[in-house]
């Protein structure tokens, strides 16, 4: 079916466009040439016309390990057209073939995959300090050469490597330096980005990014625990702006534990957006603190970033970063006609962090409509209320519990 959007405002960061502009679904594919009569005609008149979302940080393995969630519902029913799985399989055990033929192969939603460089993934891992141990306990999980192996075997699906950085998953924190050393070579022998969570660490911010090249991300950029990105003072780590200077992208990764509210706006206050903006979408946090990428990219439009960036930030930036740039990110003449169509819209409405913390929020990002390789998908509206008062409990209870040290800059946070 073929499809015009009119009178809508075009955001295309890759090609620097922003301006109003028709746009065609043709043969499921993008076109600027009006030459043929639609099947159907789409005002788009005061709303954002975008490149499909592109969530760069999900865990999709649903039923297969504690976090994974149902993508389709919670990606392209928000307005998201692809999504990167961030490690939920490893190569032991089938579980990076199961997540091909029984999540990404199942769903309408494009996904694919950081291999975790743990065999077996996170299929017995939760959130990481959640008491139940993790997937770097043993480093006779780290295998290098089976890494480098599955990347080979499934490079159309397989776009990088993701290791997870904390000392309650890591045997109290003795296996983190190696298993960083092993994901990092394994990640430059592949040629393939290696993405990087580190939080409530044994090694130092400075270690952990000396280890990063160029195109690598550093995800939960904005944790409000150890680890921070900010020091003693409450500015950010030289290690952390050299860092970006070489190419390392910082990616957000909100995730249940991993966004404070003030760490974000000190950060941002000191010139450090976000290169990617990603949600961390679980099991745990789909009802709050994340709920969605839509809402996470509000978070940050209420913290000051612009709409360009924003858009820039789920759309053209993830696509080049795990080499999906021919392929998505763009509203180039010819490409797959994925496009999400959003309202910016005055609201009166609060937002939780990862902390429990409240802010009111004034504007936001709606997804109204959303097209995937040229096919119209219904979006449904999130179903939960902003905020979620069980979730900030449950947020404040888990720190509690969890008893972590606070982040290097807590104090000087205003």
Same mark, same amino acid.
């Given at each position: 079916m073929d499809v015009l959007i009119? /009178? &809508? =405002? @075009?955001?295309?960061?890759? #090609?620097?466009?922003?301006?109003?502009?028709?746009?065609?679904?043709? /043969? &499921? =594919? @993008?076109?600027?040439?009006? #030459?043929?009569?639609?099947?159907?005609?789409?005002d788009a008149n005061g709303l954002l016309v975008c490149p499909g979302l592109i969530d760069a940080h999900i865990h999709a393995y649903q039923f297969s390990?504690?976090?994974?969630?149902?993508?389709?519902?919670?990606?392209?029913?928000?307005?998201?057209?692809?999504a990167l799985d961030a490690g939920s399989a490893g190569v032991g055990a089938g579980t990076l073939k199961g997540l091909e033929k029984y999540v990404k192969d199942a769903c309408k939603t494009r996904l694919f995959?950081?291999?975790?460089?743990?065999?077996?993934?996170?299929?017995?891992?939760?959130?990481?300090g959640d008491g139940e141990g993790g997937e770097l306990d043993s480093l006779n999980q780290v295998d290098e050469s089976r890494c480098l192996k599955a990347i080979h075997e499934n490079q159309e699906f397989v776009k990088g490597i993701k290791v997870r950085?904390?000392?309650?998953?890591?045997?109290?924190?003795?296996?983190?330096?190696?298993?960083?050393?092993?994901?990092?070579?394994?990640?430059?022998?592949?040629?393939?980005?290696?993405?990087?969570?580190?939080?409530?660490?044994?090694?130092?911010?400075?270690?952990?990014?000396?280890?990063?090249?160029?195109?690598?991300?550093?995800?939960?950029?904005?944790?409000?625990?150890?680890?921070?990105?900010?020091?003693?003072d409450g500015r950010l780590l030289p290690a952390v702006r050299e860092a970006r200077k070489r190419g390392v992208l910082f990616d957000v990764g909100h995730g249940m534990g991993s966004f404070g509210w003030r760490v974000a706006e000190q950060c941002i206050r000191h010139g450090f957006e976000p290169d990617i903006i990603s949600t961390d979408l679980h099991a745990e946090n789909v009802r709050g603190p994340v709920y969605d990428l839509a809402t996470?990219?509000?978070?940050?439009?209420?913290?000051?970033?612009?709409?360009?960036?924003?858009?820039?930030a789920v759309t053209w930036t993830p696509a080049q970063s795990i080499g999906l740039s021919k392929l998505l990110g763009c509203l180039s003449e010819g490409r797959p006609a994925d496009?999400?169509?959003?309202?910016?819209?005055?609201?009166?409405?609060?937002?939780?962090?990862?902390?429990?913390?409240?802010?009111?929020?004034?504007?936001?990002?709606?997804?109204?409509?959303?097209?995937?390789?040229?096919?119209?998908?219904?979006?449904?509206e999130n179903d939960g209320q902003w905020p979620n008062p069980l979730s900030a409990a449950r947020l404040k209870e888990a720190i509690k519990k969890m008893n972590l040290p606070k982040g290097e800059g807590d104090d000087q946070l205003v």
């Open positions: 009119r /009178n &809508g =405002r @075009i955001i295309d960061p890759a #090609n620097g466009v922003d301006q109003a502009l028709d746009i065609w679904v043709k /043969n &499921g =594919r @993008i076109s600027y040439e009006n #030459n043929v009569n639609p099947d159907e005609i789409i390990t504690p976090l994974g969630i149902d993508i389709d519902r919670y990606c392209l029913a928000r307005g998201v057209t692809c995959a950081l291999v975790h460089i743990a065999a077996h993934g996170l299929a017995s891992s939760g959130c990481a950085l904390a000392t309650a998953i890591s045997n109290g924190g003795l296996n983190e330096q190696e298993a960083l050393r092993r994901a990092s070579r394994a990640a430059e022998r592949a040629r393939a980005p290696l993405m990087v969570h580190h939080a409530c660490s044994s090694i130092s911010k400075a270690d952990v990014l000396n280890y990063l090249r160029k195109g690598d991300l550093h995800t939960h950029t904005y944790n409000p625990h150890a680890s921070s990105v900010l020091g003693a996470v990219m509000t978070k940050f439009l209420n913290l000051g970033m612009t709409v360009n960036n924003i858009i820039k496009i999400t169509i959003l309202k910016l819209e005055n609201c009166d409405i609060e937002l939780e962090d990862s902390l429990g913390e409240v802010r009111r929020i004034t504007k936001r990002f709606r997804p109204v409509k959303v097209f995937l390789g040229g096919i119209e998908y219904p979006i449904v």
